[in-house]
């Protein structure tokens, strides 16, 4: 189990600086989460099953007493006893366990499938913070840039080469960014509390994510061959699997039943009794047979519809993890060409603002340039914060469909 825990970190957990952080909350999540235990609870109840079907029929014990007996010459029976074991045909039982493992085995890899997407689910919720933090130190680092094109504005309003709209227009512009960091702090509260509730601890405890994510050169991906590995899929190779050992059972219980047994009679002493021996013990063979087995082969008949039916199942959960695979890739392509034409932007947009500063050393600024700088320059860093943080969800999710 740590070794399947291990694993699944490993998934969702991207080479860069300050990795450990979400791996450790993955962990943390997999080892405490009510929903992951519930799983495994059931896992545990279908193993035990095993154990459960490994038994034989009870076996039956009758005892008879001679209540009031008749005025008769002959002996007669004071009591009787008697002992009976059925037995199931020959490898009934083992089917039995075989069933039983089988059903096990699809229940694990249930527990499996729910550590995944816990696993994914924390993953999102992380670059969801991510994303919500960079945008605060963006936004502080353009107010401390309009505070100094304040500061210039009104060294320029006293000589006469500025008004006091342009003043006032970096200070509202200051303020339009001071809102956007609040509500930033509240959507991070929102954010935190839900992951720390996936986690299962308190809803208000700090949440460490990296400062910085780097889109990496090149995309890790397998090809879609490799969605026959999902769990999603190999679940109903495991179903399949019950049916067909479910059906072997129908076929072994369809058979004979075969009970051995012994009777004990005892009887009260007579003059007729002549031997040594007055009390009787008879051995007993007792069989049951199925004549009757509309009931098994209707059996068989469902479990034939019941293979096809799962096959359909898997069929049609391979065609939407296609359709999720190619939306995911699709969109991590998207971000990848936002990513890099907002960076050429930003480019740009920091020259035309040494311009402008360059102007300002001759003697000459439009603050109104300065605020549409600002604002695009505010506009590209977000832009690429937010196809950097849709580019490592995607990722996440490439990895969840594909490993």
């Given at each position: 189990m740590?070794?399947?825990i291990f694993?699944?970190?490993?998934?969702?957990?991207?080479?860069?600086a300050k990795?450990?952080d979400?791996?450790?909350?993955?962990?943390?999540?997999?080892?405490q989460?009510?929903?992951i235990?519930?799983?495994?609870?059931?896992?545990?109840i279908?193993?035990?099953?095993?154990?459960?079907?490994?038994?034989?029929?009870?076996t039956?014990?009758?005892?008879?007493?001679m209540?009031?007996?008749?005025e008769m010459?002959?002996?007669?029976?004071?009591f009787n006893a008697s002992?009976?074991?059925?037995?199931?045909?020959?490898?009934?039982?083992?089917?039995?366990?075989?069933y039983?493992t089988s059903?096990?085995?699809?229940?694990?890899?249930e527990?499996?499938?729910?550590?995944?997407?816990?696993?994914?689910s924390v993953s999102?919720f992380y670059?969801?913070?991510?994303?919500?933090?960079?945008?605060?130190?963006?936004?502080d680092?353009?107010?401390?840039?309009?505070?100094t094109y304040?500061?210039?504005a009104?060294?320029?309003?006293?000589?006469?080469?500025?008004?006091?709209?342009?003043?006032?227009?970096l200070?509202i512009?200051?303020?339009e960014?001071?809102q956007?960091?609040d509500?930033?702090i509240?959507?991070?509260?929102?954010i935190?509390?839900?992951m720390?509730s996936?986690?299962?601890?308190?809803?208000?405890?700090?949440?460490?994510?990296?400062?910085v994510?780097e889109?990496?050169?090149d995309d890790?991906f397998?090809?879609?061959?490799?969605?026959?590995?999902n769990?999603?899929?190999?679940?109903?190779?495991?179903l399949?699997?019950s049916?067909e050992?479910?059906e072997?059972?129908?076929?072994?219980?369809?058979?004979?039943?075969?009970?051995f047994?012994?009777q004990?009679?005892n009887?009260e002493?007579?003059?007729m009794?002549t031997?040594?021996?007055?009390?009787m013990?008879?051995?007993?063979?007792?069989?049951?047979?199925p004549?009757?087995n509309?009931?098994?082969?209707?059996?068989?008949?469902q479990n034939?519809?019941?293979?096809?039916?799962i096959?359909?199942?898997?069929?049609?959960?391979?065609?939407?993890?296609k359709?999720?695979?190619s939306?995911a890739?699709?969109?991590?392509?998207?971000?990848r060409?936002?990513f890099?034409?907002?960076?050429?932007?930003?480019?740009?947009?920091?020259?035309?603002e040494?311009?402008?500063?360059k102007n300002?050393e001759t003697?000459?600024?439009n603050?109104?340039?300065v605020?549409?700088?600002?604002?695009?320059q505010?506009k590209?860093?977000m832009g690429?914060?937010e196809?950097?943080?849709l580019?490592?969800?995607?990722?996440?999710?490439?990895?969840y469909?594909?490993n």
């Open positions: 740590k070794h399947i694993i699944i970190c490993l998934l969702f957990v991207p080479t860069f990795a450990q979400l791996e450790t909350l993955i962990q943390e999540a997999l080892t989460s009510p929903e235990q519930k799983f495994d609870f059931q896992y545990q279908a193993s035990e099953k095993v154990n459960e079907v490994n038994s034989l029929p009870n039956e014990f009758n005892f008879g007493v209540a009031i007996a008749p010459d002959m002996p007669m029976e004071k002992v009976m074991q059925m037995l199931p045909w020959f490898g009934t039982i083992s089917a039995r366990e075989h039983a059903m096990a085995d699809a229940q694990y890899v527990v499996t499938i729910a550590k995944r997407k816990l696993a994914l999102q670059y969801l913070l991510y994303e919500i933090r960079a945008k605060q130190e963006v936004l680092e353009n107010i401390t840039l309009l505070e304040e500061r210039l009104l060294n320029s309003l006293e000589v006469g080469k500025a008004s006091a709209v342009d003043v006032l227009r200070q512009r200051q303020n960014l001071k956007e960091i509500v930033l509240q959507q991070n509260k929102g935190q509390a839900a720390n996936l986690i299962n601890r308190e809803y208000n405890k700090d949440v460490s994510v990296a400062s994510l889109i990496p050169e890790s397998y090809g879609y061959d490799a969605l026959s590995l769990p999603e899929l190999l679940k109903y190779d495991k399949y699997e049916v050992q479910s072997l059972l129908n076929q072994k219980e369809s058979g004979p039943m075969i009970g047994g012994v004990y009679i009887q002493d007579s003059p009794i031997s040594s021996f007055k009390d013990v008879m051995p007993m063979v007792s069989v049951s047979i004549i009757f509309n009931k098994y082969k209707s059996q068989t008949k034939d519809l019941r293979k096809k039916e096959q359909s199942q898997k069929d049609e959960r391979l065609n939407v993890l359709a999720e695979l939306k890739i699709s969109q991590r392509n998207q971000a060409i936002k890099n034409t907002q960076a050429n932007n930003l480019k740009q947009a920091e020259d035309a040494e311009i402008l500063i300002y003697g000459t600024i603050f109104n340039d605020l549409d700088i600002q604002e695009l505010l590209f860093q690429q914060i196809t950097t943080k580019y490592y969800v995607q990722t996440a999710l490439i990895n469909l594909t």
